[in-house]
């Protein structure tokens, strides 16, 4: 369709259709209305501050939750501009916050590259936002205009003087459209930022946290605020850094960039001891590309062609020798690629996967050139690196072997499902969830508290194997993940298939203390490093028992008045109750200790359960966590159990 300032919202009808369509519809817009939906509102406001930025004009951004939940994101760019819009005859602003796609995200003259998932602006978050305030600091003044569900309430004035030029927007996610939570995860939104930090070098971005209570909708103010600050010089150099933090290093991270008329890439990459796979990050225009595309094709194309070669050239691979497969120069390898392009053509399932077939080329050339170099100017980590890959193909040949036995005693094959699974009767996996569930006491009370028809338990005894340092093949000869591929039904590696998956939502249970943490964090690593596209497909899920049970004292009665899932929500609903004194507070330290009804009614039943959906990026720092946890080195470790030193404390009051 082609839409330019000069003919989008023909009339006002047109245009209040417009928004009217968005909150019909809100999933067209935003992809959900869960907690998914509703912090896209934070990143589609954040998106349009980051693309100030790219042009050039905007350098920090800071952005705060409120202790209502609201959003305020502030930048230092040229501000929204305000003159009167020729066609609409209203402040470019109020157009921009009021028509659905007005912005620069389209052609006509806006920017040269954009971001944003869905890239609908932030006219959207507008219409599906309760209030909206936006200032503008623009000629040594400061305008303000407010809006409610999508619809002008103060039009567009001055409100004082400005030093400095700039944009802020605050907005209340509106809770008739986000029925279900309108509470900001603070680390999600972190982690997203730090991301966007790295992957625009220099750009300042903060995130304060005001609340005091980060289960409530409205909470009493912190005392002393949350603060991070992500700044990277380096950018996506830092990043790999980043990833590989904790870990044996082959190699000083690689840089290099390209540019031509379809767009820019840069890349940096740095090999590491480990066995993992999965740390090749591929953006586009600062959006996390999950399901891959034609940019990370040639990126793995380039890097396959480059060892081989070198391998060859330099006599470590013999002309008997097969070549080294992809994989192979993968393990271990921590990689970013980023692309900027004018047009991006996101696709697939989850609209995660690059389409555009004229970047390839464009990654490939960069990759063959910049790898090249790199390895004939630095033969030593050159050596390591090659050397690393042929031990892989050694590995890969012994796992091989390894699965071939294990199928033939039956081990992966969907007839011979695991012992300890008790499976639900319902063969449609829409309908069927399993429950991994650490510990047989935990599983007994989860198998007598579940509705067998459509949830099946699978206890894990003990932690499961280390991956980080078994690697694949002695991962599958444990018995705890062999259980877990065969009751999933995917297979891994070669043979893994996502639709042979037997249930779409598989849900980790713990228990809420730091050993249930230790476990949930090492079957997200399983996931993300074996299993990565049930994640994408959002099959992948984290349970969230309560934390404590308040009981009326001196009753024999054993009704739990209120169940408490979050920590710090503790003291806040204890001053609820007007005498606190009649309550004891019993604390669960873990699941096994609530009889099979509470469980059901906690943390199991479809209607008044909460569940955590796993995002590629909680998972890819899950698999940092454990990075750091099981790598070689020993201070990371260290770091980790003192920093969670706390935790434990508090957990055994
Ligand atoms: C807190 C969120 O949204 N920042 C933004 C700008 C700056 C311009 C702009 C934005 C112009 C014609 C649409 C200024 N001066 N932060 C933000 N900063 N949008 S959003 O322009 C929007 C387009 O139609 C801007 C000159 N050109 C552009």
């Given amino acids: 369709m082609a839409e330019s300032p000069e003919n989008y919202g023909a009339d006002a009808i047109q245009v209040l259709e417009g928004l009217e369509a968005v909150r019909k519809r809100p999933g067209m817009y935003i992809g959900s209305t869960g907690p998914r939906g509703l912090h896209h509102l934070v990143y589609e406001v954040v998106d349009n501050a980051v693309d100030e930025a790219l042009a050039g004009y905007c350098d920090s951004i800071e952005v705060t939750i409120h202790p209502d939940n609201s959003i305020t994101v502030v930048d230092n760019g ?13 402040p470019t602003v109020e157009v921009v916050l009021t028509i659905l796609h007005a912005g620069g995200k389209f052609g006509g003259g806006g920017y040269k590259v954009s971001g944003g998932l869905h890239g609908v602006g932030v006219s959207v978050v507008n219409a599906l936002s309760k209030r909206m305030v936006v200032d503008v600091r623009r000629d040594g ?30 907005f209340w996610p509106d809770p008739e459209i986000f029925t279900e939570t309108c509470v900001f995860d603070f680390d999600t939104l972190q982690t997203r930022f730090r991301e966007m930090a790295f992957l625009n070098k220099g750009l300042k971005i903060e995130l304060i946290d005001e609340r005091s209570d980060t289960s409530a909708l409205v909470s009493a103010p912190a005392e002393e605020p949350t603060r991070v600050t992500f700044k990277y010089e380096g950018g996506i150099v830092d990043f790999v850094k980043y990833l590989n933090s904790g870990k044996e290093v082959l190699n000083k991270p690689i840089y290099f960039a390209a540019e031509n008329e379809d767009g820019t890439v840069e890349i940096s990459m740095q090999w590491t001891g480990s066995y993992s796979s999965n740390g090749v990050m591929a953006f586009a225009n600062n959006i996390n590309t999950a399901e891959g595309g034609t940019h990370l094709d040639g990126f793995k194309q380039a890097v396959t062609r480059t060892i081989n070669d070198y391998a060859r050239s330099k006599g470590i691979l013999k002309e008997k020798d097969s070549n ?39 990654v490939q050339t960069a990759v063959m050139k910049g ?3 790199y390895l004939e100017e630095n033969p030593a980590p050159a050596k390591r690196i090659v050397n690393k890959a042929s031990q892989a193909l050694k590995a890969r040949e012994a796992a091989r072997k390894a699965r071939e036995a294990t199928r033939r005693k039956g081990v992966l094959d969907s007839f011979s499902l695991p012992g300890k699974l008790a499976d639900c009767s319902s063969k449609n996996p829409e309908d069927s969830e399993i429950f991994i569930v650490e510990g047989d006491s935990a599983g007994g009370s989860a198998k007598q508290a579940r509705d067998r028809k459509y949830q099946a338990i699978l206890p894990l005894r003990g932690k499961i194997l280390n991956v980080e340092r078994a690697g694949l093949h002695r991962s599958l000869s444990s018995d705890t993940i062999s259980s877990l591929i065969t009751a999933i039904g995917t297979n891994i590696g070669d043979d893994f298939d996502a639709d042979k998956a037997r249930y779409h939502r598989i849900i980790i249970m713990t228990d809420a203390d730091v050993d249930g943490a230790h476990i949930r964090c090492l079957l997200l690593t399983f996931f993300y490093r074996y299993m990565p596209e049930l994640i994408n497909r959002g099959y992948i899920y984290i349970a969230q028992p309560p934390i404590f049970g308040l009981k009326k004292k001196n009753t024999r009665s054993t009704k739990v008045e209120r169940y408490i899932y979050d ?87």
Avoid: C
């Fill in 141 to 170: 003044i400061e305008y303000e205009i407010a809006l409610e569900r999508g619809k002008t309430t103060e039009k567009l004035h001055q409100i004082g003087k400005a030093k400095k030029t700039g944009t802020t927007v605050t």
């Fill in 324 to 362: 080294l497969s992809g994989d192979d120069t993968r393990e271990g390898l921590a990689a970013i690629i980023s692309v900027k392009l004018h047009d991006p053509q996101f696709e697939g399932q989850t609209k995660t996967k690059l389409g555009n077939t004229e970047i390839r080329g464009l």
């Fill in 371 to 373: 790898l090249a170099e």
């Fill in 78 to 90: 040229r501000g929204i501009p305000v003159e009167k819009h020729k066609k609409e005859r209203i």
């Fill in 567 to 653: 920590e710090k929500a503790l003291s806040a609903t204890l001053a609820e109750y007007d005498n606190p004194d009649k309550f004891d507070v019993q604390r669960y330290k873990g699941l096994g200790e609530m009889d099979p009804d509470q469980l059901w009614e906690t943390t199991m039943e479809p209607a008044s359960r909460t569940l955590l959906q796993v995002s590629i990026d909680d998972a890819a720092e899950a698999e940092r966590a454990v990075s750091d946890l099981m790598g070689d080195k020993v201070e990371p470790r260290r770091d980790f159990i003192q920093s969670h030193a706390r935790d434990v404390r508090f957990l055994d009051i």
